[in-house]
Every structure is written in C-alpha cells, then in structure tokens.
C-alpha cells in the first residue's frame, strides 16, 4: 500500500514536469534530471518496500 501511494505521487509530479516543459516554463534536459531523480527515489523506495515485507515474512 505505501509502494502504491509513492507510486501515484511518483506519476503525479511526472505530470507535473511534463506540463511545465509542454508549456515552455522548464528545458527538455532539466526536466529529463528531474524525471530521472524521482525514479531513483522510486526504485529506492521500491527496494526498501521489498526488504522491509522480506522481513516481516510477506505479510
């Protein structure tokens, strides 16, 4: 449930960026670094989602 919430809040910044280099306010580069980031944010939240239902034996 945690991965899901951080998921939707993932797609809705994704969102964001995406209608600000659409409408000009933000670079194609910077918004590709910006992208990058909050998927690495992700995929780290991901592993410790993972670890952590690894731990409490898959509840």
Do not use: C, H, W
């Not at 991965?3 to 306010?25: D, P, R, S, W």
């Not at 998927?39 to 509840?59: A, P, V, W």
Request: glycine letters at 8%.
């Amino acid at each position: 449930m945690i991965f899901n919430a951080k998921l939707q809040e993932f797609a809705q910044k994704v969102g964001f960026i995406a209608n600000l280099y659409t409408g000009g306010k933000l670079p194609s580069e910077k918004a590709y670094y910006q992208v990058e980031s909050l998927f690495r944010e992700l995929q780290s939240t991901k592993g410790t989602f993972i670890n952590d239902q690894e731990d409490q034996g898959d509840r």
